[in-house]
């Protein structure tokens, strides 16, 4: 019989609190290990912790995450229906880009999630991500606003490319497109009859 994801989850998540396969456990404050409903139809993956996850023990709640909530209204979701997760769950010192070995140590635990989870979309945050998801490196400014088939982990679901949310602090033209993927974004969630899609998009 097929055992509750929640249950799933959790076991992973105390597997991962006690993981030493790299070594940012020894610099992290806190493991950010996922936040949201074990039975999300949609699946949003990032990067790796800063500063103010690594405080919380929770994705996505600084500069970066406060882009993010704006971006989900823009494709009409709400941020507790979608399962937010990182590829790397330790934050890098000094926000670097997380190593192979770093990404290598935690793929036990994205692939666990994912397949608990079995989500219907995933949403890729920047290039790590889809890098990860998809297996081979991705140029996100060619292929941002996709949508493709991904099978991860042995479960197959439809992936999502966009910049990393961070990327739309820095540039406004990067903001702008991030925007316009959000929004395409919502019309495929309808298109594909997820439920959790609460509103339309906004119009600019
Ligand atoms: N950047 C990420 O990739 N993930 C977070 O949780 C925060 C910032």
């Known amino acids: 019989m097929r055992r509750d994801p929640k249950g799933i989850l959790e076991e992973l998540r105390s597997k991962a609190e ?6 940012l ?7 950010v290990f996922g936040v949201g409903p074990a039975n999300a139809e949609v699946m949003l993956v990032g990067e ?6 690594d405080q919380a023990g929770i994705p996505f709640v600084g500069a970066a995450g406060k882009n993010l909530n704006a971006l989900l ?13 990182n590829v790397v769950k330790a934050r890098p010192p000094g926000n670097r880009d997380p190593t192979e070995e770093e990404i290598a140590a935690c ?7 994912i397949s608990a989870i079995g989500p219907k979309l995933v949403v890729a945050l920047g290039r790590i991500a889809a890098g ?4 081979r490196p991705v ?7 996709s949508l493709v088939d991904c099978n991860y982990a042995g479960v197959n679901f439809k992936l999502f490319l966009t910049y990393h949310p961070a990327a739309g602090i820095y540039s406004g033209r990067t903001k702008m497109e991030l925007q316009d993927d959000f929004r395409k974004l919502g019309g495929i969630l309808k298109k594909l009859g997820i439920s959790s899609v609460t509103k ?5």
């Open 18 to 23: 006690k993981c030493t396969g790299c070594g």
């Open 25 to 31: 456990c020894k610099t992290r404050a806190n493991l």
């Open 48 to 53: 790796a912790p800063g500063f103010w996850e």
């Open 73 to 85: 209204q823009e494709a009409g979701l709400k941020r507790e229906e979608v399962y937010i997760t």
């Open 107 to 113: 793929r036990p635990f994205l692939q666990g999630q």
């Open 132 to 135: 990860e998801l998809l297996g």
């Open 139 to 145: 140029a996100m400014s060619r292929e941002h606003g």
């Open 200 to 204: 339309q998009p906004q119009g600019r």
